[in-house]
């Protein structure tokens, strides 16, 4: 997935008119249609974890919605970022943990049970701490439609998941049959919509030049180290903590040029940072499971 993504971001920017002829306002649709097959994959099981194992699922989503906020405004503020990329960099970092988590913590041989529950509980939690935290942390910078950002949130996000949910219950033989696909679908529809923003932003990606590119994938790594040693402060087991650490350092960041495209179009900029952490985080997952294989095994 990695290697698909970064192939698409290299060839959008190389090349916008690869996927610039899709316009922006198709982000939505495909992020619910990933929404959708997360809903399609939920069970009963996964909300049972939530139950049988709330101070797990308390530890991770407490990390995710403090780390990373916390790491991108301080992170901004360390860079001296430009105030359109400093927003694009705080809106990753209060969006909840991307679905290629779940894949890669597997990969990891993580805790997959705990991996689930933290994505949809962070997820559900998203349409309002997402808008809450972008509007503790910028707000003193832009004006930030927090009613707007949490009704979006339960549109692309939200929505979509109900409706995986309703139809694997009443259509359960199908739904079991396209199960097995939706990985791969999921890593595509990814890509695409990887190669619809870096495409639109391909310019405005090379004026922003390396510094927000050092800003995003140091974003990222301490992500990923910070939540596994909250995990090894806490005495977690090894596979807890690779699940916590995945979890907090992968972002929903197409949620969050998703966002920015639509609550910030005053400042085109802000879709840059979940670019490229959309096309960075895939590769450092990677990289990252392959670590944590060792670790686990």
Known sequence: MGAIVLIVAIISTLKPASFVWIKTWAINPLLGVIMFGMGLTLSSKDFRIVLSR????????????????????????????????????????????????????????????????????????APVLTPLLVWLMAGTIVNVDTIGMLLSIVYVVIAPIVLGLLCQHF???????????????????????VGIVVSHNADRLLLGGMIVVLTVVVHNILGLLIGFLIGRFLRLPNAKCTAVSIEVGMQNSGLASSLANL???????ATIPGAIFSVWHNISGTLAANLFQRINK
Not at 263 to 268: E, I, L, S, V
């Open 171 to 193: 259509l359960p033989k199908i739904t079991k049959s396209v199960t097995p696909y939706l990985p791969a679908f999921s890593s595509l529809v990814i890509a695409i919509v």
């Open 54 to 125: 709330p101070k797990d699922i308390f530890i991770g989503c407490l990390a995710q919605f403090t780390v990373m906020p916390l790491l991108a405004w301080g992170l901004a503020w360390a860079f001296s970022l430009p105030k359109e990329l400093a927003l694009g960099v705080i809106l990753v970092g209060c969006c909840p943990g991307g679905t290629a988590s779940n894949v890669i913590t597997y990969l990891a041989k993580g805790d997959l049970a705990l991996s689930v529950g933290m994505t949809a509980t962070s997820t559900l939690l």
């Open 263 to 269: 609550h910030f179009a005053a400042y085109p900029l």
